[in-house]
């Protein structure tokens, strides 16, 4: 384990000079690159932003208003049915549109539940078994300039829940 620790000090130092030191041997201007390639990096965050600033309104409003609730309430039948606690639809609602939100909402599961209680256990693998597909879409797809999505919201959303269903069974199967 020391060796791993050991190892991971050094891998980003190592790759940092590894690249640079191919690119001189390679008679590459390495700092010319670098520009270049920040410029390029600057742009696309520059045309994100919009998409974030608005996913991140949305899942504010989502969360403030009180429909994550109400749709969690809706859905409490069924996630009972599934095993599921109810008092995670809004988590799994929210996870799907903004990582920091679910952050928040997974904090608040923790103060209410504890962090290794069945609940606090399958809320921590949710948040590492799925993804946030709204984002994700959204901010890839515009920066490609892709306009047609075809199947890539089903796919996400049938490993979404294949993810939420994982960390159902797993939980069980730790706790």
């Known amino acids: 384990m020391q060796f791993v620790l050991y190892l991971s000090q050094f891998i980003i130092p190592f790759l940092v000079f590894y690249i640079v030191g191919y690119g001189l041997l390679s008679k590459v201007p ?3 690159s670098f520009i270049r390639g920040a410029q390029e990096g600057l742009s696309t965050v520059i045309k994100i932003v919009p998409t974030l600033i608005g996913l991140m309104i949305a899942a504010g409003v989502l969360r403030a208003s009180g429909f994550l609730d109400f749709i969690a309430g809706l859905l409490e039948h069924a996630a009972s049915g599934m095993a599921f606690p109810a ?12 990582s920091s939100a679910a952050t928040g909402l997974l904090l608040d599961v923790y103060k209410e539940y504890g962090t290794d209680s069945s609940v606090g256990l399958i809320a921590s693998l949710m948040m590492c078994c799925t993804e946030t597909i709204f984002y994700t879409m959204s901010i890839y797809y515009m920066t490609a300039g892709i306009k047609k999505t075809r199947h890539t919201l089903g796919g996400a959303l049938l490993a979404t829940f294949a993810g939420i269903a ?5 939980a069980r199967w730790m706790s």
């Open 166 to 170: 994982a960390s159902v069974v797993l």
């Open 87 to 98: 008092a995670l639809l809004p988590l799994a609602l929210l996870r799907m549109f903004s």
């Open 30 to 32: 390495v700092y010319d």
